[in-house]
């Protein structure tokens, strides 16, 4: 079947692709952008490990199709650095050693941004109903919740992202 | 996990959807936000050779007033429901269930109309629908036709929307100044209800004037128990007086038995959370 034509920004640069309607967000950032830092985790909307943002919302990047992509802008975990900088969510991370293996990291930070933009200063609690989405089998979650509320009580800088288009 | 092969159609009017789910046939598949349909495309369960894709056409998302109703567009997301002022306003019951389905993302992605069509027994859109009295609005190759709630969840994924039909709006009697609460039993994080009780109720003087209740996954569609309705009409606030009004509540149901709980563990909850969700919503 005929391949769909679709115009995609992703992490401020503006793709024109054809692909097969059937691959997936996630597949194509990894394997035809070459954007490997998006993982995919248990591939059945469950983990959170490939989410990306579509215009600035949090989207599980396994359970969309690139076609669906089409005309929309896409930010990767690849895309949060400025000129070598990392984002205050990553440095967060960083900081408060919100990782062990690592493997659900990049989904956990594009969520934590995002609950951020909506809730800017979150309560625990809330950080916790935030990351329903995202699952980690090494941390026990706590020091991901200290890196999130670290990064709400260090400013607004956190939860905004000024790369990302509006829709 | 990749699904099978499929042609990818992305129609910008309902018109043309409906065009090319005709021709199509029993070939097509409407794509709403994805978030049941992909997966299964994925597990290779289903495998239309024609996805057609609602995404663009714009007149199917928002939400607006049409006199004693909300209209509700089925492309609307999950999350712009829970979070719109005039849901809040009329709907209560509407935003909090939206609020509960799956996970952010999924809520970012996911869409109104999506979940009340896919009609999983345990999601969490059809039972606040019915129990608020909603009305369907589905169009067709002969033109458009309304479908009350009662008549819309037919059985297990199966509604009153044909093949060659598409769900593009739902209208929402106001309930403006009514309580409300959805109160939703899980286990873990992301799980689909194993029973959950969408209540909404008007109180006057410190009495429950009019109450309307829908469950959640017991049975193959949503219940709407009419006669804890009717018993609650003129009870105070008062918890054991709820109790005692609700405690009938899952009289005739049939749920299912799985590994979350058996049958009558779930009817023993549904009375518990109907006692727990109308007094929430009475705001006792």
């Known amino acids: ?153 260090a400013g607004s800088a956190a939860g905004t992202q000024s790369e990302e288009g509006a829709a | 996990m990749i699904p099978t092969k499929f042609a990818y159609e992305a129609p910008t009017s309902v018109e ?31 495998g239309p050779e024609v996805l057609i894709d609602l995404g663009k056409i714009e007149d199917l998302r928002g939400i607006r007033e049409d006199g004693d109703a909300l209209v509700i567009g089925a492309m609307t997301p ?42 999983d027994p345990a999601g969490d859109l059809p039972a606040p629908a019915l129990a608020m009295g909603a009305e369907f609005v589905v169009a067709g190759p002969g033109g458009t036709r309304t479908v009350p709630a009662s008549e819309f969840f037919v059985d297990l994924f199966t509604t009153a929307v044909g093949e060659d039909e598409i769900l593009t709006h739902v209208r929402i009697p106001k309930h403006t100044g009514w309580g409300s609460s959805y109160k939703k039993f899980t286990r873990v994080a992301q799980q689909w209800s194993i029973v959950a009780v969408a209540a909404t109720v008007r109180v006057e003087n410190g009495t429950i004037a009019e109450a309307q209740i829908g469950l959640t996954n017991m049975g193959s569609t949503p219940i709407r128990p009419a006669a804890v309705e009717q018993a609650l009409v003129g009870v105070s606030l008062d918890e054991a007086a709820v109790a005692a009004a609700t405690a009938s509540v899952a009289e005739g149901t049939t749920p299912p038995s799985d590994t979350n709980g058996d049958a009558d563990y779930r009817r023993h909850l549904a009375g518990v959370l109907t006692k727990r969700a109308v007094l929430t919503a009475a705001g006792a």
């Open chain 1, 1 to 153: 079947m005929a391949n769909t034509p679709i115009s995609v920004t992703v992490d401020q640069v503006t793709y024109e692709d054809d692909v097969e309607p059937r691959t997936l967000l996630v597949q194509y950032l990894r394997e035809q952008l070459g954007k490997t830092g998006t993982l995919i985790g248990c591939d059945t909307t469950n983990c959170g490990a490939c989410t990306v943002h579509l215009d600035g919302q949090s989207v599980k990047s396994c359970t969309m199709f690139a076609v669906q992509a089409d005309g929309h802008d896409v930010t990767t975990i690849e895309g949060l650095a400025q000129d070598g900088d990392l984002h205050p969510m990553q440095q967060a991370f960083h900081e408060k050693h919100a990782l062990q293996c690592g493997f659900c990291t990049p989904g956990m930070i594009m969520q934590s941004i995002a609950l951020l933009q909506e809730n800017p200063n979150p309560t625990e609690q809330e950080v916790r109903e935030g990351l329903e989405g995202n699952l980690c089998r090494c941390t026990g979650y706590q020091n991901i919740v200290a890196a999130v509320q670290a990064a709400a009580g």
């Open chain 2, 16 to 46: 043309d959807a409906l065009r090319l789910l005709g021709e199509a046939g029993d070939e097509g598949k409407i794509l709403a936000g994805g978030m049941s349909l992909i997966p299964v495309l994925k597990l290779r369960l289903a």
């Open chain 2, 78 to 119: 999950h999350h712009v429901v829970a979070h719109d002022p005039l849901v809040e306003q009329h709907a209560g019951l509407i935003a909090a269930a939206s609020k509960t389905v799956a996970d952010p993302q999924v809520r970012h992605r996911g869409t109104f109309g999506g979940g009340l069509v896919h009609a």
